[in-house]
């Protein structure tokens, strides 16, 4: 409790403020606060030491709204807003009363009585005792909920794998294969019950060393990664498809030049799923456009400068409409060409003269 024996002492137009705070349920021994805790008005504007009888003293105060406080480590205290005042006969009187942080200061909340009693309103606890075992809490626990996960599917994939029927289960067990062979492919796995005698372990579990690139190798077609050799045009889409763009190609043989194979590579457009198709073409070592997708044009691609001056004739009425704007633009590159050299053999000729 703290009493505020609000004693007052004119001197030079300061004052002086006494206070008392005293034991309660909540502080049992005011000689606890010794050392540790002092009055604070204002937030340190003015400050005093607590004695061991509880008593402080605050000096040189004016008048006018103060705020006092009980600075504590240990224990909290109410907030008193303190109005000093004086008289038409210049004696000094104290207004106090209970405030609450945030709020504005009124002059409607009750004074208290004099002298002032308040009391510590509770003690600080910083200690917090140490959880003791709990099923509920270990079971929160993710490890625990992983742990229970794992042996959940132990015990019932099996009775579920009872209950499938045999095209489900036939399915899941493929995909069991193809998971061993994949770690077969990284780790050099052997399964426990393979032996040398039996063969590759390709062969133990049924699954070509190529794996998924193999699916469709009794067609003649084996799945390769092909990128393109030159930018092109879908016919699907008519979208533009670079230069260095890579696929999942079908790869397989089309026919013979001479003993070089042609090497055929079907795919689909990233952008339509259209498919295309690009084969080589070993005859100039080249490849060549064969259905779904026409060749962008390109000054490169266009004839050899010793054909530049000759003249290309191409019956537009047997020509598709998607590859008259190739032909306009090869027109276009060839003309400028044509000029390009004729200037130059003009300027060769005046330097020789």
């Not at 029927?165 to 067990?173: F, H, Y």
């Not at 393979?194 to 690139?213: C, E, F, I, K, M």
């Not at 990128?227 to 013979?256: D, H, M, Q, V």
Request: charged share 25%; proline share 4%; net charge negative.
């Amino acid at each position: 409790v703290l009493i505020l024996a609000a004693t007052v002492l004119a001197s030079e137009k300061t004052y002086r403020l006494r206070g008392t705070i005293a034991a309660n349920d909540v502080l049992g021994d005011v000689s606890e606060l010794a050392t540790r805790a002092e009055a604070v008005v204002n937030g340190g504007e003015h400050r005093a030491f607590i004695q061991k009888d509880g008593s402080f003293v605050v000096e040189n105060l004016t008048l006018g709204d103060w705020l006092l406080e009980v600075a504590s480590a240990d224990y909290a205290f109410p907030k008193i807003h303190v109005h000093i005042a004086t008289s038409e006969e210049g004696r000094a009187s104290v207004a106090a009363r209970y405030v609450q942080i945030g709020t504005e200061w009124s002059e409607d909340a009750p004074v208290l009585a004099y002298p002032l009693k308040i009391e510590a309103s509770a003690k600080y606890d910083f200690f917090t005792p140490r959880q003791g075992f709990s099923i509920v809490a270990m079971f929160s626990n993710p490890y625990m909920l992983m742990v229970g996960a794992s042996l959940a599917a132990i015990f019932i994939m099996p009775k579920l794998q009872a209950n499938l029927d045999p095209e489900t289960l036939k399915e899941l067990q493929n995909k069991d294969d193809f998971c061993m062979a994949e770690r077969r492919a990284i780790n050099k796995y052997y399964p426990p019950d393979w032996d040398p005698s039996q063969g590759s372990t390709n062969a133990y579990v049924g699954q070509h060393p190529l794996r998924d690139r193999a699916r469709k190798l009794d067609e003649g077609i084996l799945i390769v990664r092909f990128e393109l050799p030159f930018s092109i045009w879908c016919g699907g889409c008519n979208g533009l498809l670079a230069t260095g763009l890579r696929f999942n190609a079908e790869k397989k043989k089309a026919g013979s030049y001479y003993s070089t194979p042609i090497w055929s590579f079907r795919m689909k457009c990233r952008e339509c799923s259209h498919w295309f198709e690009i084969r080589t073409y070993p005859k100039d070592s080249a490849y060549d456009v064969i259905d779904g997708a026409r060749k962008k044009a390109e000054p490169e691609d266009l004839e050899d400068d010793n054909d530049e001056l000759g003249e290309k004739i191409v019956d537009l009425s047997q020509v598709d409409e998607s590859d008259k704007h190739s032909l306009l633009h090869e027109l276009e590159v060839s003309e400028a060409r044509k000029r390009r050299a004729i200037q130059a053999a003009e300027r060769l000729s005046t330097l020789q003269m």
